[in-house]
């Protein structure tokens, strides 16, 4: 009796396979994919559908749910396309600007490319005009401190956006080292030697007092994910330079007529 017992426990666990196989069964499979309900959402994992396919069965960040079919709308193995996110402008109450350029001259100019740096504070009016003070420094025969009152427009609201803006004020001198040759030095025959030229006789210097200036410009700004602008800008820039002679009534007034190419940051 032992022994027909066990022939045919062997035999089953042999024909066990051919059994399942011919029932027509598989285990269910596991793909991996994206998976889109109908709420919105979107998941990323393992899923497999039931034997009967009203169940679907969901693996992703660890979890494992089950769901109704019903509930999903589609699956796939391609993802979501990832559109980048609309830039959102927003208007500053107080824009503060700071530029740094160059005041580039003909090849007559002295000097040519004059290094200028300004800064200034702006209070918002309407909808991209804004109006503020500024104030910096700028280099040509010496140094100068610029005052000025400054007007601002930016059109649009874009990520890039246009804009025109006008710088006007006062050159106030810090400090100058303007020369003209002295018309009343006369040079012996033996002014060729080199060292004659820099005989402090030749030249006198000139009291400078500053002047007028205006600079309008157009440009650009890009503004950037981390609540800064950037601006590039070109203009032109006129300004007038006064001197005076400390021992008499000379005066000179010096005309600069110029391009001006500024990178700016705006906070």
Request: hydrophobic letters at 30%; one cysteine or more.
């Amino acid at each position: 009796m032992k022994h027909v017992i066990l022939i045919n426990l062997l035999v089953w666990i042999c024909l066990s396979p051919v059994l399942a196989q011919g029932s027509g069964y598989r285990p269910p499979k596991a793909t991996k994919g994206y998976i889109y309900l109908k709420d919105g959402t979107v998941l990323k994992g393992k899923y497999h559908y039931s034997p009967d396919f009203e169940k679907i069965r969901v693996t992703a960040n660890g979890e494992s749910r089950v769901y109704n079919a019903s509930e999903v709308e589609k699956t796939g193995s391609k993802g979501p396309l990832m559109s980048k996110e609309e830039f959102v402008y927003s208007p500053r109450k107080f824009t503060s600007i700071t530029e740094a350029g160059l005041l580039i001259g003909g090849p007559d100019s002295n000097p040519k490319t004059p290094f200028v740096l300004s800064t200034s504070l702006n209070y918002t009016l309407t909808d991209g005009l804004s109006a503020g003070i500024g104030t910096g420094v700028e280099f040509y025969h010496g140094t100068y401190l610029p005052v000025t009152a400054n007007i601002h427009y930016r059109l649009g609201t874009k990520r890039i956006s246009p804009f025109a803006s006008v710088q006007a004020g006062y050159l106030i001198v810090l400090e100058s080292n303007y020369y003209q040759p002295n018309n009343f030095y006369y040079t012996s025959i033996s002014s060729y030697y080199p060292y004659d030229i820099y005989n402090p006789n030749r030249y006198e210097k000139l009291d400078a007092q500053g002047g007028f200036m205006i600079n309008p410009s157009v440009g650009v700004i890009i503004e950037t994910d981390y609540d800064f602008g950037i601006s590039l800008s070109v203009g032109y820039r006129y300004h007038r330079l006064k001197y005076s002679h400390e021992k008499n009534d000379y005066k000179l007034n010096v005309d600069y007529n110029r391009l001006s190419l500024k990178l700016g940051i705006i906070f």
